[in-house]
T-cell receptor, first 120, second 115 residues
Framework: GAGVSQSPRYKVAKRGQDVALRCDPI?????LFWYQQALGQGPEFLTY????????KSGLPSDRFFAERPEGSVSTLKIQRTQQEDSAVYLC??????????????????FGAGTRLSVL | AQTVTQSQPEMSVQEAETVTLSCTYD???????LFWYKQPPSRQMILVIR??????QNATENRFSVNFQKAAKSFSLKISDSQLGDTAMYFC????????????FGTGTRLQVFP
């Protein structure tokens, strides 16, 4: 597609509910990143995929957070038993990093518009 | 570990004037990228400008330019001829080079451009 697409745009969940957030990266982008942005803060890294392989999940705050990218394209971030502190904007980004060949802009990450999660 | 600091929570500028946003960072790496991203109310992060640490020449993109001081670990953004559409949050970010790595962001500067 033309850009990174995220859905839903807004999600309201009751505490304890499970949620799933979707990210559709730019076609051909090998790398996919998830970030969490708390109110008034900069985004913080959650996890990174290269194709279907999850190469870094060091930023996931707890075992309630789980991400997958089974076919190396669309990714889903799942949060189980949501808590109020999970309320944030979840941003997805994709890039050509990890692609063979010389690309001047290989490491530029392109972001989606995010999903705002509110846990009541 | 790398850290990025933006010490100006809010800035304002009159339309057509020039404004400079500050950013400092801390790293022991020698090869890295620095970025400025813009985040309007729509929430979509938009790349403004990128600097490669091994390049001494400061990056420029139309009205946007940076002052990159590697020894001082400083990376400020200058916006010339400010426009109302420049109103947004601006984030400075760091990324290691030669590694498919995450962006490390500062806390952002809210820029308001007044008519």
């Amino acid at each position: 597609g033309a850009g990174v697409s995220q859905s839903p745009r807004y999600k309201v969940a009751k505490r304890g509910q499970d949620v799933a957030l979707r990210c559709d990266p730019i076609s051909g982008h090998v790398s996919l990143f998830w970030y969490q942005q708390a109110l008034g803060q900069g985004p913080e890294f959650l996890t990174y995929f290269q194709n279907e392989a999850q190469l870094d999940k060091s930023g996931l705050p707890s075992d309630r957070f789980f991400a997958e990218r089974p076919e190396g394209s669309v990714s889903t971030l799942k949060i189980q038993r949501t808590q109020q502190e999970d309320s944030a904007v979840y941003l997805c980004a994709s890039s050509l990093a990890g692609t063979s060949g010389r690309y001047e802009d290989k490491n530029i990450q392109y972001f989606g518009a995010g999903t705002r999660l509110s846990v009541l | 570990a790398q850290t990025v600091t933006q010490s100006q929570p809010e800035m304002s500028v009159q339309e057509a004037e020039t404004v400079t946003l500050s950013c400092t960072y801390d790293t022991s790496e020698n090869n890295y990228y620095l970025f400025w991203y813009k985040q309007p109310p729509s929430r979509q992060m938009i790349l403004v400008i990128r600097q490669e640490a091994y390049k001494q020449q400061n990056a420029t993109e139309n009205r946007f330019s940076v002052n990159f001081q590697k020894a001082a670990k400083s990376f400020s953004l200058k916006i010339s001829d400010s426009q109302l559409g420049d109103t947004a949050m601006y984030f400075c970010a760091f990324m290691k080079r030669y590694n498919t790595d995450k962006l490390i962001f500062g806390t952002g500067t809210r820029l308001q451009v007044f008519p």
